[in-house]
């Protein structure tokens, strides 16, 4: 099993930055891809950022530019540096991970994410 916990959401203002972690525990063979997603009220919960095992990425195109996804694998966490936040960014935001490694063009995909954590929600004002 994979226990992913998220910290790092708050209020913030327009313009300013927030860095997301993700601590996540169980068999690193379970976290061969891990991602963000987010969810708006009344909006589908959608994919912002992933990465693979070989470091590969992929964003959202709404936030190319802006967030940057990491992981430490010796802290077992992942990252989502967020700047330049906009009020559109305003989410829940949530980590996920699966142990079927992931082509880029499958990272964002919800579908195919089988451990999720509870969320941290990021409420961004202008």
């Known amino acids: 099993q994979v226990r992913l916990v998220e910290s790092g959401g708050g209020s913030v203002q327009a313009g300013d930055s927030l860095r997301l972690s993700c601590a996540a525990s169980?068999?690193?063979?379970?976290?061969?891809?891990m991602a963000w997603f987010r969810q708006a009220p009344g909006k589908e919960r959608e994919g912002v950022a992933g990465?693979?095992?070989?470091?590969?990425?992929a964003y959202a195109d709404s936030v190319k530019g802006r967030f940057t996804i990491s992981k430490d694998n010796a802290k077992n966490t992942l990252y989502l540096q967020m700047n330049s936040l906009k009020p559109e960014d305003s989410a829940i935001y949530y980590c996920a991970a699966d142990d079927r490694p992931a082509p880029r063009s499958q990272q964002l995909f919800r579908s195919w994410y089988n451990f999720w954590g509870q969320g941290t929600q990021v409420t961004v004002s202008s």
């Open positions: 990465i693979g095992m070989d470091e590969s990425t």
């Open positions: 169980g068999a690193t063979y379970r976290r061969r891809v």
